[in-house]
């Protein structure tokens, strides 16, 4: 009685994610931007983007999958989510909270080989979205990333306004030394299969480092 008990509550708190709609991953490190030893910019080689780098080259390869990120945060967008499904269970487990733990182990284990100052840990959040929703996604964290990015580098440089609007946080970011840097990665960084690609041109719908059928696929259910 206890065992069907227990597995009932198991069941309603564990949601399942789609073998064939886009499987979302996204994983926030604790306390980044927070940390005034971590460069989220790129100035002087910084160890943390370079492990971000090294991280997104080699998940993005493993599950074939899209991954952009800044700041403090990256988004795998799986467009073939049953690599991934398979990878976490030899029974194709669909239940998000093993595909969280499992990713996010794996995840925790290569970027922290990589980025050696101290142990980064991470959020994690999983789940499903339509496949004519993938661009929108992208798209939505770009922007999330592109606010966080400009905040951050107003604080750093002490001329933060919170309640300014982005355009024009973006032109006091403008007025900065060291803005150059900062426009380079703002709207996040972007790869697809282990290879980074311009992520202005793909979200503009241009032909990117990737094949021309995969763009006009990705974009065809795009309104």
């Known amino acids: ?32 931007t927070k940390d005034k030893n971590i460069d989220l910019i790129g100035n002087n080689n910084s160890e943390f983007i ?12 493993k599950y074939k999958c899209y991954a952009i990120y800044g700041s403090d945060e990256i988004s795998f967008v799986c467009t073939e989510p049953q690599l991934v499904i398979n990878d976490m269970s030899t ?9 969280i733990s499992l990713f996010s182990q794996q995840f925790f284990y ?4 990589f980025y050696k100052s101290r142990v980064v840990f991470w959020h994690a959040k999983c789940f499903s979205i339509p496949k004519e929703k993938t661009i929108s996604y992208i798209k939505h ?3 999330v990333i592109e606010n966080v990015m ?44 282990g290879e980074q690609i311009d992520v202005e ?4 719908g ?5 094949t021309k059928e995969k763009v006009e696929e990705m974009f065809s259910d795009f309104e």
């Open 1 to 32: 009685m206890w065992n069907n008990y227990f597995l009932d509550i198991q069941k309603k708190y564990s949601m399942r994610v789609s073998k064939k709609e886009p499987l979302i991953i996204r994983l926030d490190g604790r306390n980044i």
């Open 50 to 61: 370079m492990a971000m780098e090294k991280a997104a080259r080699h998940f993005t390869n």
């Open 91 to 99: 029974e194709g487990c669909q239940n998000t909270n093993e595909i």
């Open 110 to 113: 290569y970027f922290n080989s």
């Open 141 to 143: 964290r770009s922007r």
């Open 150 to 193: 400009v905040i951050y580098f107003l604080k750093r440089n002490k001329s933060d306004k919170k309640n300014t609007k982005l355009d024009d946080k973006i032109e006091m970011c403008k007025k900065i030394e060291g803005y150059g840097e900062l426009e380079k990665i703002k709207k996040g960084t972007l790869y697809y299969n």
């Open 201 to 204: 041109a793909f979200l503009n």
């Open 206 to 210: 241009e032909n990117v480092n990737i």
